[in-house]
Every structure is written in C-alpha cells, then in structure tokens.
C-alpha cells in the first residue's frame, strides 16, 4: 500500500526537546515516512536547546515549561498562526502523539473537516499522579485522556498487553500494534568493552546490574534503589551501572551509594554503555513497551523487569529474563541474586534475548503504521461515498 504523496500531521508532546523512547519512535517513524514519498508536517512545543535535529518540518505551538520538569513543555492549544499553518498544509491523516491541550484542539479541528484522526500511545500518563503522591486523580486523568481517544478513528500502541488495558479502559474499539524497532549496528553484545567498564569501576570479574533511562521518579527509581538496598544487606556481590540522567539524579545518587552513573549516552557510546551490563532491571510499569530492554537484549543482557505492559511482550520468563510483580523489592533482589549466582544463567538468557530481538525492523514496524494511515483514509472516503 503505497503512502507516496501522503500529507501527515503530527501532533507532539515533545518531538525533540529531550531523548526518550516516544520521540525517538516518532523520529523513525517520520524519517520512514519521509523515504517512502509521503511529506509529514509536526506540530509540537519547541526548545532553544532542543536534544537533537528533528526530522521531518517542526511547527512550534504555544506551550509552557511545566512546574519543576523544565524539561517538558505543555502544550496549550492551536494559536491562529498555527491553525492556518494546518489549513494550508490540508493533511489527508492526523496524528497524535500526546493526550494535550494542542492535541485535543487538533482533534477538534480534524473532526469539523472529515479527516481521519489516529492516536499512538506511548506511555501510560494516567499512573504518573502516584508517583507524586496525587493518586487521587489517576482515575480523574484516566477519564479525562478516554473522551479523546474515543473522538480518534483509532489508536495503534507497542505491545499486546498495552492493546487489552487500552480496551479495558473503553479507550477505543479500533486499537492495533505499533511495536518498535532497535538498531542492531549500534546494540549487539559485541559491543561490550572491559576497558570501559573497568575506567568506570567496574571489574572483569564484577556483575553489573544496569539501570537505563531517564531519571525520573516515573521510571521506578525508588523500586530500583530499595532493591540495591536490599541485595547489599544479603551481602550479595554486585556493581551498579547507571545510564542516563534527569532532574532527579542526585536523590538516585544519595540511594546508590558506589554506583557508576555515566550520564546521558547515545549512538555507539550508548551501545556500549548497555552491554557492559550483566543484567538490565528495569522495574517501570509507566512504558507501553519498553525500548530500554529491547536495547538491553540485542545486547545479549537478560533482564529483569516488573510484570507490567513495558515488558511483558519482551521478557519470556525463565528464557531471557526473569518477570516479578510490580513492587515486590524482594522479589527483584531474588531474581537478581541468581544471575548474580548464576553465569551460565546469565549467558543463556542473553543469548536468547538477543536471537529475539532480532525479529524488530524497525522499517517493517512502522510500514504499520502507514498502512493504518491508508486504512483510515479509505475508511472516511467510503462513509463519504455512503
């Protein structure tokens, strides 16, 4: 199904602002998109310091800093400028990419003129509030994020388990895959380098348990923290190794006391920075699919990670990872102490998590996504033709 001449509006939270796994999805996805002939027009807050180059044409819309995570910028609707930018541009598909005031208003706007709406979900917003002690209103946002979803066409998502909570949450009716790729010229186990891992304190003969992801309270810091307290009082021999960085580093540094964090890495520094791990634990539950530990398995590093949406399509338990029920501290500390324990474990289950990630193009992903576009597209003409 060809998308060659396709006009494709898309509407982000924050497209370039920082490096997380929803922006770099939507990179991919326009820069693909952009190869197969279709011309994409994305609508986002803007940053003076932006991460990185965008790809695709980036329409700034009004936006402010959100309190105490400078870093993001809410989106707060369509100015006129915007709104006769999106005119002009007359796109044949909609796309959002954040539950926000702009993207609300583009759905609006979309609606009023026949043009089909999809919305992709990248992480889970609704259960943000608990991790700042406002749990009180993870129903209230769940409510509020439904009345969008269900004025979209439909909803794609990355993993099975994030389609049947997105169901269950009578977000949609049309709810489809959209998985995500990994690099594997820059993620392989041949990355891994001794040297590296023993400038940063790391021994030939250490086990290094690995934490990779922004550093923010929402990626499970405290869990990741009260299980390295955990194994230090079983007197189980481990390393820490932190990639990443973000507002709440220096609490995460007062909690891992000999910890090596390494910053914010990327391209092939970054390859090299996950396979000097021994073991990925990724304890999040907010992610709806988890790049970190796909990363951390074309790497040849088994994981262990909260049974939650992030990982499940993932991690096979017992075959290249370990799953254990979100929170439970010893739980984790267990499954780490075993590979720990356990090398050729370890070995195994790395080997296998790397065969796995294998099947994950990313052309063959987001060719997915173009096809739902064009699935849309012919859906609203024959209710037009009706």
């Known amino acids: 199904m060809t998308i060659d001449g396709l006009r494709i509006a898309l509407f982000s939270g924050n497209y370039n602002m920082t490096v997380d796994g929803a922006n770099k ?52 609707g369509l100015s006129g400028e915007v709104r006769q930018d999106l005119e002009r541009f007359a796109p044949d598909v909609l796309h959002i990419a954040s539950p926000d005031f702009a993207a609300r208003a583009a759905v609006r706007w979309a609606r009023q003129r026949g043009t089909p709406v999809l919305a992709s979900v990248h992480t889970r917003f609704e259960t943000y509030p608990r991790y700042y002690k406002l749990g009180f209103l993870e129903g209230v946002l769940e409510s509020w994020i439904r009345g969008l979803y269900r004025r979209c066409d439909a909803l794609v998502t990355p993993s099975a ?80 190794l932190v990639i990443g960085n973000g507002p709440a580093r220096s609490a995460f540094e007062e909690q891992l006391p000999g ?26 539950i907010t992610e709806t699919f988890g790049n970190v530990t796909l990363e951390a398995m074309a790497c040849g590093v088994p994981v262990v990670a909260a049974r939650a949406t992030g990982s499940t399509s993932l991690v096979a338990d017992g075959v290249n990872g370990t799953l254990v029920s979100p929170g439970d501290i010893a739980g984790f500390a267990d499954a780490l102490a075993r590979y720990v324990a356990d090398p050729a474990q370890r070995a195994a289950h790395g080997r296998a998590g790397e065969e796995k990630s294998r099947a994950y193009s990313w052309d063959a992903i987001n060719q997915a996504v173009a096809d739902t576009y064009r699935r849309l597209i012919e859906a609203r003409k024959a209710r037009a033709s009706a």
Request: one cysteine or more; charged letters at 25%; glycine letters at 10%.
């Open 25 to 76: 999805a939507l990179n991919r996805l326009v820069e693909f998109l952009q190869r197969q002939g279709a011309v994409v027009r994305v609508y986002s807050p803007t940053s003076d310091e932006p991460a990185f180059e965008p790809q695709g044409t980036l329409v700034s819309v009004p936006s402010i800093a959100i309190p105490t995570r400078a870093e993001y910028r809410l989106a707060l």
């Open 161 to 240: 388990g994030m389609v049947e909570i997105l169901r269950q949450q009578g977000m949609n009716d049309d709810i489809t895959l959209w998985e995500r790729g990994v690099d594997r010229e820059l993620f392989n186990s041949g990355r891994r380098d001794n040297a590296w891992r023993r400038e940063h304190g790391i021994a030939d003969g250490d086990v290094a348990i690995g934490f990779l992801g922004r550093l923010v309270m929402e990626k499970g810091l405290d869990a990741f923290a009260a299980a390295m307290a955990e194994l230090r009082c079983r007197g189980v021999p481990h390393k820490v």
């Open 259 to 284: 910890a090596a964090f390494v910053g914010f890495q990327q391209g092939a520094d970054l390859g090299r920075a996950v396979a000097a791990m021994d073991v990925l634990f990724n304890p999040s």
